[in-house]
């Protein structure tokens, strides 16, 4: 959690969408390229320090010119070290410019840092050392030390401070090179006082004898060098330490600083695997409602070709399916008929909520009359903004744990189908499988690259029903699926093998509903969506992709490897990084933030629907945390089978009980039925329509 908070530091210092990673490094590093910063996994207790680390490499990020200056410049001469000191003095100078409030933090950390003795300068005479050591302490400790410079140094050192552009601190670094370079080594030869020849002696010579002289103090002098450089001097012979040289090209704090940060990293800790969700092709991964439906009605004629003498058998079932779905579809018009009034009334609401009114400009005649007590005589106009173009996206678990709760929940979503079809707004319902593509021995096109996240080439999305058809091809669309869902609870054998049950690839489907989304706003021009997830249970986690040889192998190839807490879900689009869990409703809860913070104009909502009540209690225990809570979901599932979740990665995750889905409200009793009887068939009537009255309340509230 605390490097999840620094990377969104990083990435708002630098206001883009940064790759920040925590790897087990010894530094920190910027690719100016990529955009990716990496960051060790380092053992601070200083929030100061730490932040002042962060904003540097984000000073990096944002300010320092990504091209090659040793090559591009030609200034190979130029030590790296004399680049880096001058550069982070002009990176860090911009960063306190743009946020003032960094000032305090780089004081506090490089306070921390000089306490801990980072620069390895504790006792040290620092007017000896070497003047890039002292440029680099001037420039990050400030007024934590005291250092000095002559009048020529001045010149380097405001040139280091007012350097502005990346060429500027260049610059900065080539003069303090300059200046070392140019600086005396040895100390200037004193004249030798007694062998010149005054100018009062030199009177009266000619010129002869000028030069004879000239030539004879030229010998003088070369022999008394010979002597002296023979003759070993005093603090030669005694060693002395105040006479030791200091090497100019080296910068020993820049040293010592990037020793101590490398001793800070951690490097025994796990080493983060970050991965990205795959590139999918939503030509190859989604199937068309008109591939399926043209597939099942030919294998239905198929099987009545193929087996003739039970013709009448599989005819009559069919025909007892259709006249079931007919007589449910009238029976939900109630249902329907209540959306829509409630729909069209919390429209209607959030629309007056919305409007203003304004004054015109123009007399209001009828308000004349009133002049002497009422200074508000103009017309008046309202103005109603116009409400958001809707559009919901269906996802319908197609595994085999939902054969018994597959009807039920075909009921609930048939209800929100008609809804949408009565009031105009677009749908698509997908399918996630693993069967489609297996029974017909082809694969998907889907992405094998290294750091992501594994989908399974059976994996794909059958797009069931979908409002791009007119009514006479939706209902037909409707009833084969409802032909389906029977086939799975009559235990028939009328269902294709293609569109067989298979398992529970609901993580698989959650990715590529960040292809989905986009494409069906696209294609239908809405400007809000709503996602709903129908399932019964958690899914696996899937595998992360990995490039790895084996002892045996001669190349490398794409290997699938678990997920476990140290893997790392890396988001391209919103620059987020959330670590992922190996625990199935944790794995999942995280693919879902991830989605909702890519598509934040879009609802989703979630029902998992319990077979016979299920182990409602253990839902309860594993989502909602505080006691009250509990208390109050428990109640409302024994009262009305239902209860909600908030924090399970939807705006809301309806927990409903699948007989609670029968929408079985009809008040029917036998003849002669006991008053007792008919008083508890009245009572269930009454609490499936307020239990479905409530779903439907808390889906419109979201959806309007």
Not at 101 to 118: E, I, Q
Not at 217 to 225: A, C, F, G, H, V
Not at 327 to 355: G, H, Q, T
Not at 558 to 569: E, K, P, Q
Request: with cysteine.
């Amino acid at each position: 959690m605390f490097h999840e908070i620094k990377g969104k530091l990083a990435r708002l210092l630098a206001t883009e969408n940064l790759i920040v990673e925590h790897r087990a490094v010894e530094t920190a590093q910027f690719d100016v390229v990529r955009r990716v910063l990496t960051l060790p996994n380092w053992k601070i207790s200083s929030v100061d320090v730490y932040d002042l680390l962060v904003s540097h490499e984000v000073g990096h990020a944002l300010f320092t010119d990504p091209r090659n200056w040793s090559v591009e410049l030609e200034w190979s001469d130029v030590p790296q070290t004399f680049v880096n000191i001058t550069e982070d003095a002009r990176i860090e100078k911009l960063m306190k410019r743009r946020y003032a409030g960094l000032c305090k933090t780089f004081y506090r950390g490089y306070s921390d840092l000089n306490d801990s003795d980072f620069f390895d300068i504790e006792g040290e005479d620092l007017d000896k050392f070497s003047f890039a050591d002292r440029i680099n302490l001037h420039f990050k400790l400030g007024t934590h030390v005291n250092i000095e410079f002559s009048e020529k140094e001045m010149v380097v050192v405001d040139a280091v401070e007012n350097a502005e552009t990346f060429d500027d601190a260049l610059m900065a670094a080539k003069l303090l090179n300059d200046f070392v370079n140019d600086e005396p080594s040895t100390p200037e030869i004193q004249p030798q006082v007694g062998n010149t020849t005054s100018e009062v002696e030199q009177e009266g010579m000619t010129h002869e004898e000028m030069l004879e002289e000239a030539a004879k103090r030229e010998e003088e002098n070369r022999e008394t060098e010979q002597v002296t450089e023979q003759v070993p001097s005093e603090s030669d012979e005694t060693g002395s330490e105040d006479d030791e040289t200091v090497d100019e090209q080296e910068s020993k704090t820049a040293e010592a600083f990037e020793n101590h940060l490398k001793n800070l990293a951690d490097m025994e800790v796990h080493e983060n695997n970050y991965v990205t969700i795959p590139k999918i092709d939503l030509n190859h991964t989604v199937i068309s409602a008109k591939e399926i439906h043209e597939y099942a009605e030919e294998e239905w004629q198929r099987w009545f070709e193929e087996r003739k003498e039970y013709h009448s058998y599989y005819t009559d079932m069919l025909a007892r399916q259709d006249d079931e779905f007919k007589k449910f579809k009238k029976d939900s018009n109630k249902e329907v008929n209540y959306l829509i009034k409630e729909f069209e009334c919390k429209k209607s609401a959030d629309s007056y909520a919305r409007a203003t009114t304004s004054r015109t400009g123009v007399l209001d005649c009828s308000k004349l009359h009133t002049y002497k007590y009422n200074e508000d005589l103009f017309k008046k106009v309202t103005t109603t903004p116009d409400g958001k173009n809707h559009g919901l996206i269906f996802v319908l678990d197609w595994s085999g744990s939902m054969a018994n709760s597959l009807i039920p929940t075909i009921k609930q979503l048939y209800n929100l189908i008609w809804f949408c079809r009565k009031v105009g707004i677009p749908y698509d319902v997908y399918a996630f499988t693993s069967e489609w593509n297996y029974k017909a021995g082809r694969f998907s096109n889907i992405e094998k690259k290294e750091g992501t996240i594994s989908v399974s080439d059976e994996f794909s999305m059958l797009n069931l029903l979908t409002s791009n058809v007119n009514n006479a091809s939706a209902n037909r669309q409707m009833m084969n699926i409802w032909r389906l869902a029977s086939s799975f609870t009559d235990h028939s054998g009328l269902c294709p093998a293609r569109l067989y049950l298979s398992g529970t690839p609901l993580n698989e489907a959650i990715i590529t509903l960040h292809y989905i989304i986009p494409d069906f706003k696209k294609r239908n021009g809405v400007q809000k969506i709503n996602c709903v997830i129908l399932t019964d249970g958690e899914a696996q986690v899937p595998s992360r992709t990995v490039m790895m040889k084996r002892s045996w192998e001669c190349d490398y190839s794409v290997r699938n490897r678990r997920i476990g807490d140290s893997t790392i879900l890396r988001n391209l689009k919103t620059g987020t990084v959330r670590p992922l869990s190996w625990i199935y409703s944790q794995f999942t809860k995280c693919m879902l933030t991830d989605l909702k913070e890519t598509f934040p104009n879009t609802n989703f909502i979630g029902f998992r629907i319990l077979e016979h009540g299920g182990s409602y209690s253990a839902m309860i225990r594993q989502y909602i945390d505080r006691w009250e809570d509990q208390e109050k979901a428990i109640r409302s599932w024994r009262k009305e089978k239902t209860f909600t979740i908030k924090n399970a990665g939807y705006d809301s995750y309806f927990v409903v009980g699948n007989s609670s889905l029968s929408n079985s409200t009809e008040f029917a009793v036998n003849t002669g039925a006991s008053k007792a009887t008919i008083k508890n068939a009245f009572k269930r009537s009454l609490s499936s329509k307020k239990m479905n009255k409530r779903i439907l309340n808390e889906f419109i509230s979201l959806v309007a």
